[in-house]
C-alpha cells in the first residue's frame, strides 16, 4: 500500500539519484493567477520518470539486482531504467519498437543499457519484454502501475510544498497516471487543501474517461503530439489513487500544448516536450479554476524532437495569433502590390512571403491573387491590418 512513510523514504534514497529541481516563478504564464513551474524537463535524462524507476531498483532484493531488470518504452521511461540501473550497478535490457526515434534509441544505450530493438509497434515492444522477462527471470520494471514507481514520482509533491508550503494548487499531466498518484498522495496527506489537478490530452483521455464512468475505460485509438501522455488505459493502482486523491481532470488539446511550448520557450528559455507542457497549456487557457491562486505547473519532461519542434512552434504562432496568411483579390494594373505593402508595413506587419498568381476561371479575367504570409503580435493586429486593407477597398479572400 502507498503511504507517506514510503515516499519520504523514496526521498531519502534518491538524493544520489537526481538532480534538484527547484521551483521558478512564470509571471508571462497566466494574468489571473501566480503561476510556478517545477521544471523536471532539468532532471536527469530529461524528465522525472528516473525518481520513479530509481527507487523501484533500489528496493529489489540482492536476487533480483543480480539477474537484471527489464523494461518497455520509447521515450522517458527508458532512459530513467537505464540511468538507475547503472547508478545500481545492474544489468538493464529496454525493449524498444523498431520505428523508434534514433536519438531515443542511441540515448538509452549511452545511459548504459542493453537495446533490444523489436519489429513493430509499443504492444510488439511490451509482449517481448514480457517474454524476456518470463525465460530469463529478469524484474519488469512498469512505467506507472507500481507502488514503488508511484512513491518514486511522489518525492516530487514533497519537494513542492517544502519549497513552497503556502501553495494553493499543483497542476500535473497525465498519461498512465503514475506522476499525479504519487504527487497527489504527498500532497494530500501532508495538507489536504491544497487543490490537485490533473492535464489530460484531448485526444488521450483514458484516465478523463475513467474517472468520469467510475471504471477503467480502455480507448481504441489514442493521437497527440504530447506522446509522453499519450496511454490508452490507465494503471489498476493508478485510477484508485486518482480517484482517492486528485480534485478535478481537464483536457488540452493539441494546439494549446504548442502555445505552452512556445510560450515557455519565450518567456522561460525552457523547453518542455508536450506532456511537460500540458499543465501550463491548461493553466494559460484557463480550463481551471485557479484565479488569485498561487499554482505549482509540474513541467514532466523536456524530451522533445527537434524535428517535431519547429512544427510545434509553427502551430504555437498560428495559435497565438503571431502568424497569419491573408490572400488579397487584386486587379492587375500597376501600384496594386505597392498599396497593399504600404498598408500593411505602416501597421507594424512583417511579411514573411509573397505569391503572386493570375485569377482563374470564374473570376475577373484581369484579376489576381496575392496570398502574404505575416508575422503579427496577436489578434488584434491581425485585425486592425486586415481592417485596414478592406477600408483601403480591398477584397480579402
Known sequence: MLTLDKIYHASYVLKDVIRPT???RASKISSECEVYLKPENLQNTGSFKVRGSGYKISQLSDEEKAKGVI???AGNHAQGVALAATKYGIKSIICLPDGAPISKVEATKNYGADVCMVKGVYDDAYAEALRQRDEHNYTFIHPFDDENVIAGQGTIGIE??????????VVCAIGGGGLISGVACAIKNLNPNIKVYGVQAEGAPSMYESVKKGEAVHLDNVSTIADGIQVKEPGEHTFELVKKYVDEIVTVTDDEISSAILQLIESQKMIAEGAGA????????NKLPLKGKKVVCVVSGGNIDVTILSRVIKRGLLMTGRQQTICVELQDKPGQLLAVSKIIAERGGNVISVHHER???GSDVTGCYLRIVLETRDFNHVKEITDALIGAGFKLI
Not at 510544498?161 to 494548487?169: G, K, R, Y
Not at 500540458?278 to 487557457?285: L, T
Open 22 to 24: 527547484h521551483i521558478v
Open 71 to 73: 523494461a518497455c518504452s
Open 160 to 169: 513542492i510544498l517544502d519549497e513552497m508550503p503556502d501553495v494553493d494548487a
Open 278 to 285: 500540458a499543465p501550463v497549456a491548461a493553466v494559460m487557457f
Open 359 to 361: 485569377a482563374s476561371e
